[in-house]
């Protein structure tokens, strides 16, 4: 059985294995750092006693939600727990009224652009040599409930700078 909960320093050493297998970019150090900077937003997903996932994300502006990692074992993929993972963070980000979601990803990974695109993601722009190693990344955005965006003035306006390009998002997202 699957379960989700907020992540505790002991999880710290299955959460590190679980970002080597996933990604060759991130400083491990920085997820001790997340989580005593800002809690709430980190989860994993256990199986029995065993940390099978992770997310983390965080309040990026007074509208929008960033997530920062999200990462499921290989043995544990397409079991539905990067949707519970991303419904638990997206919680927390509609709890605090935000008014986006955005991630990145890089352009090789479709599989994990499908996913995001399933939880209904919108590929907005490609920020070039974003990643360390020269790889382009691709900014997602989602925009959260109508019910939280009712509340939130829209800051979102097209803004220009450099190789840096962001757009509104249509109001029917």
């Known amino acids: 059985m699957i379960t989700i909960r ?8 299955e959460v ?3 970002e080597a297998e996933a990604f060759s970019e991130h ?6 750092n997340f989580y005593e900077m800002n809690s709430e937003g980190f ?31 290989d043995g544990f993929r397409s079991m539905g727990i990067g949707v519970r993972l ?11 009224f935000l008014q986006y979601a955005s991630l990145e990803v890089r352009v090789t990974n479709i599989r994990a652009q499908e996913f995001y695109k399933r939880m ?3 590929p907005c722009w490609v920020e070039h040599g974003y990643y360390s190693d020269g790889e382009d990344g691709i900014i997602m955005k989602k925009r959260l409930t109508p ?27």
């Open 27 to 32: 400083n491990p150090f920085l997820y001790m």
């Open 86 to 96: 991303m419904d638990a963070i997206l919680s927390v980000f509609i709890n605090k």
């Open 147 to 173: 019910f939280a965006a009712a509340f939130l003035k829209n800051t979102s306006k097209p803004v220009s700078s450099g190789k840096k390009h962001m757009f509104r998002l249509p109001d029917y997202i």
């Open 43 to 73: 989860f994993v997903a256990g199986y029995n006693d065993y940390i099978v996932g992770f997310v983390v994300g965080y309040e990026l502006s007074t509208n929008e939600g960033r997530i920062f990692s999200l990462a499921v074992r």
């Open 120 to 122: 209904e993601f919108i």
């Open 16 to 18: 590190l294995e679980i």
């Open 6 to 13: 907020n992540f505790e320093p002991s999880d710290f050493e």
